[in-house]
């Protein structure tokens, strides 16, 4: 975005001039250019990031403790409900690209956060319904004399089910808009609002961290310890008053114009579609064709040059516009570029996916007391990632990217692809330990006596645990950062809301790898009558070999990561 004019200063007679300061390409609620001093800032960001905080309390509050409700409630074997949280997450990450796709092509992105939200309490509501349903139904069956069993465990699990996935619908419009549509408050043309929208992505991770971390202990408790349908109904009454806040300040927000030109989605596709047509072209021509348009050799990119035989024709020409434009197949590459990461990412996004399952599962056989006959929820531990990304994100935006800019001179201190690998590396270290605790607590069951066992309490603390969650959150001021900044800024503007999507498919991706990888593990390992490595009987399992293997791939992942980082090209030259 840019500055439309210049004459936003008041006259000498101190009567403001008619035209204001305005910030290209934004407008206001009514239509109106958006003036830079009355709209969008900090302070429509904040409301923005309001919302996004309810979300998270409102996922959380159900993802957080979603195996305990699996293997407790509706009575799932550890593996298959291992599988169905990972599967879920997967689907959640994932539809965000279809999501995104409706409100960069036909909705903007305002109303497609409002449509996704209505969807997302309509899905919690039913989730609290579905846990009620036992009590509602036997209440009613003791009003009457019928002798038929009026309670079904299958109509709850179907209802369940519906409501988890509808819940999953309405996060694919909300994931990548909101946070969207919150850096779209900022001017990243103008010096000032530049810096402050980098900032954006640092404070918009720690606000939402502050939601699941001061919630999820206490609803896990609330879950645990009272009523699943009542810590499902928080996060529905949760949601449902972020949703009103953010409506009310409609007023205060900047709004994109959207292009009257095609269809980014059209322009790109295009771009291959001709390539491929012209794909006999001899590299004479395609010189001959840049000389036709006026542009020099260092103008564009060298990467995938095979693209550049899109700037002619099917008919050998540029005529009736068949060519594509060299913006149109810069833009093309730009996307291609981000596939490779994408695609490293994916051992980041699996190992990502075991806090929320097999952590917790540990966590439940171990010691868990504080104090005299209080023992804390075994999900509630999930907290201290959420704690140690409020505690790092200040140090990180505050102190180490200013020390960072002093030593390489660059305004984010450090890359964002140099970011990424940092988290990377972290996280493989978080499995290394987590595999050694394991191998821990497996010991202390054997030294006790507790192999057959699997009810009883391990004698060793859960605060054991503590260190992976911890790098959990280190790692995720890194990568997950890195990732959201990297997709956002990376992609042509007018496709910001798939580049967010983009970033959350890699853990979509990831959940539903995990899912398939804990399947056939749980599978060639559980053969001829053996304990598999997911055993529900944890004492006999192995998840130390597990997180052994999960270490490994994500030094495979991360040495694959620094080779296409090295030779990435970036999109826009102020990032580096």
């Given at each position: 975005?840019?500055?439309?004019?210049?004459?936003?200063?008041?006259?000498?007679?101190?009567?403001?001039?008619?035209?204001?300061?305005?910030?290209?390409?934004?407008?206001?609620?009514?239509?109106?250019?958006?003036?830079?001093?009355?709209?969008?800032?900090w302070?429509?960001?904040?409301?923005?990031?309001?919302?996004?905080?309810?979300?998270?309390?409102?996922?959380?509050?159900?993802?957080?403790?979603?195996?305990s409700?699996?293997?407790?409630?509706?009575?799932?074997?550890?593996?298959?409900?291992?599988?169905?949280?990972?599967?879920?997450?997967?689907?959640?990450?994932?539809?965000?690209?279809?999501?995104?796709?409706?409100?960069?092509?036909?909705?903007?992105?305002?109303?497609?956060?409002?449509?996704?939200?209505?969807?997302?309490?309509?899905?919690?509501?039913?989730?609290?319904?579905?846990?009620?349903?036992?009590?509602?139904?036997?209440?009613?069956?003791?009003?009457?004399?019928?002798?038929?069993?009026?309670?079904?465990?299958?109509?709850?699990?179907?209802?369940?089910?519906?409501?988890?996935?509808?819940?999953?619908?309405?996060?694919?419009?909300?994931?990548?808009?909101?946070q969207?549509?919150?850096?779209d408050?900022?001017?990243?043309?103008?010096?000032?609002?530049?810096?402050?929208?980098?900032?954006?992505?640092?404070?918009?991770?720690?606000?939402?961290?502050?939601?699941?971390?001061?919630?999820?202990?206490?609803?896990?408790?609330?879950?645990?310890?009272?009523?699943?349908?009542?810590g499902?109904?928080?996060?529905?009454?949760?949601?449902?008053?972020?949703?009103?806040?953010?409506?009310?300040?409609?007023?205060?927000?900047r709004?994109?114009?959207?292009?009257?030109?095609?269809?980014?989605?059209?322009?790109?596709?295009?771009?291959?579609?001709?390539?491929?047509?012209?794909?006999?072209?001899?590299?004479?021509?395609?010189?001959?064709?840049?000389?036709?348009?006026?542009?020099?050799?260092?103008?564009?990119?060298?990467?995938?040059?095979?693209?550049?035989?899109?700037?002619?024709?099917?008919?050998?020409?540029?005529?009736?516009?068949?060519?594509?434009?060299?913006?149109?197949?810069?833009?093309?590459?730009?996307?291609?570029?981000?596939?490779?990461?994408?695609?490293?990412?994916?051992?980041?996004?699996?190992?990502f996916?075991?806090?929320?399952?097999?952590?917790t599962?540990?966590?439940?056989?171990?010691?868990?007391?504080?104090?005299?006959?209080?023992?804390?929820?075994?999900?509630?531990?999930?907290?201290?990632?959420?704690?140690?990304?409020?505690?790092?994100?200040?140090?990180?935006?505050?102190?180490?990217?200013?020390?960072?800019?002093t030593?390489?001179?660059?305004?984010?201190?450090?890359?964002?692809?140099?970011?990424?690998?940092?988290?990377?590396?972290?996280?493989?270290?978080?499995?290394?330990?987590?595999?050694?605790?394991?191998?821990?607590?497996?010991?202390?069951?054997?030294?006790?006596?507790?192999?057959?066992?699997?009810?009883?309490?391990?004698?060793?603390?859960?605060?054991?645990?503590v260190?992976?969650?911890?790098?959990?959150?280190?790692?995720?001021?890194?990568t997950?950062?890195?990732?959201?900044?990297?997709?956002?800024?990376?992609?042509p503007?007018?496709?910001?809301?798939?580049?967010?999507?983009?970033?959350?498919?890699?853990?979509?991706?990831?959940?539903?790898?995990?899912?398939?990888?804990?399947?056939?593990?749980?599978?060639?390992?559980?053969?001829?009558?053996?304990?598999?490595?997911?055993?529900?009987?944890?004492?006999?399992?192995?998840?130390?070999?597990f997180?052994?293997?999960?270490?490994?791939?994500?030094?495979?992942?991360?040495?694959?990561?620094?080779?296409?980082?090295?030779?990435?090209?970036?999109?826009?030259?102020?990032?580096?």
């Amino acid at each position: 975005m840019g500055i439309t004019s210049h004459a936003g200063k008041p006259s000498e007679t101190g009567i403001p001039l008619l035209l204001q300061d305005t910030v290209d390409g934004a407008v206001d609620y009514k239509g109106r250019p958006a003036i830079r001093s009355r709209f969008g800032g900090w302070r429509s960001a904040f409301l923005i990031i309001g919302v996004e905080v309810a979300e998270r309390i409102a996922y959380y509050g159900i993802a957080s403790n979603l195996i305990s409700y699996l293997t407790g409630t509706l009575g799932q074997s550890t593996a298959m409900a291992a599988s169905n949280v990972n599967a879920w997450s997967g689907v959640t990450s994932l539809l965000p690209l279809l999501g995104a796709v409706v409100a960069d092509s036909f909705l903007d992105r305002y109303r497609t956060i409002v449509a996704s939200s209505l969807i997302y309490i309509l899905g919690l509501g039913l989730i609290t319904l579905s846990a009620i349903l036992p009590f509602l139904i036997h209440f009613k069956c003791q009003k009457t004399t019928e002798s038929t069993p009026c309670y079904s465990a299958r109509l709850q699990m179907i209802l369940f089910f519906f409501a988890l996935y509808l819940v999953a619908v309405g996060t694919a419009g909300h994931k990548p808009c909101v946070q969207a549509f919150g850096a779209d408050q900022f001017d990243g043309q103008d010096p000032k609002e530049a810096k402050a929208k980098s900032s954006f992505f640092n404070w918009w991770y720690f606000s939402i961290a502050i939601g699941p971390s001061v919630t999820v202990s206490v609803l896990n408790y609330i879950q645990d310890n009272l009523n699943w349908g009542l810590g499902f109904g928080i996060p529905c009454v949760t949601m449902a008053i972020a949703l009103i806040i953010f409506v009310l300040g409609t007023s205060t927000y900047r709004y994109s114009i959207r292009s009257e030109e095609r269809s980014p989605f059209v322009r790109i596709s295009q771009v291959f579609v001709t390539a491929i047509r012209n794909r006999h072209t001899t590299p004479s021509a395609i010189d001959v064709a840049q000389e036709a348009e006026g542009i020099l050799p260092q103008q564009n990119s060298h990467q995938f040059r095979f693209l550049n035989k899109a700037l002619i024709g099917p008919d050998g020409s540029k005529k009736d516009g068949k060519g594509c434009s060299i913006a149109d197949i810069e833009e093309a590459k730009a996307v291609i570029r981000l596939i490779p990461i994408w695609a490293v990412c994916l051992a980041y996004a699996i190992v990502f996916a075991q806090s929320s399952t097999f952590f917790t599962k540990q966590g439940v056989t171990m010691d868990r007391s504080i104090g005299s006959g209080i023992a804390i929820p075994a999900a509630s531990l999930q907290s201290f990632i959420s704690i140690v990304i409020i505690v790092f994100i200040p140090i990180y935006d505050r102190v180490l990217v200013p020390i960072a800019r002093t030593l390489t001179q660059k305004p984010a201190g450090i890359t964002m692809l140099q970011r990424i690998g940092t988290g990377m590396l972290i996280s493989l270290i978080s499995m290394v330990i987590a595999a050694l605790v394991e191998s821990k607590r497996l010991e202390v069951a054997l030294e006790h006596g507790l192999i057959d066992l699997p009810k009883a309490t391990v004698p060793m603390s859960v605060w054991w645990l503590v260190p992976q969650y911890a790098l959990f959150g280190v790692a995720d001021v890194f990568t997950m950062v890195g990732l959201q900044e990297f997709f956002y800024d990376q992609v042509p503007n007018e496709l910001r809301s798939v580049g967010l999507s983009l970033y959350l498919s890699i853990f979509g991706v990831g959940s539903l790898l995990s899912s398939l990888l804990v399947s056939a593990i749980n599978e060639a390992t559980g053969r001829d009558g053996k304990e598999s490595w997911f055993s529900d009987n944890l004492n006999r399992a192995h998840l130390d070999y597990f997180y052994w293997l999960l270490a490994g791939l994500s030094a495979v992942g991360l040495a694959l990561f620094i080779s296409f980082a090295k030779s990435y090209i970036y999109n826009r030259k102020n990032v580096i």
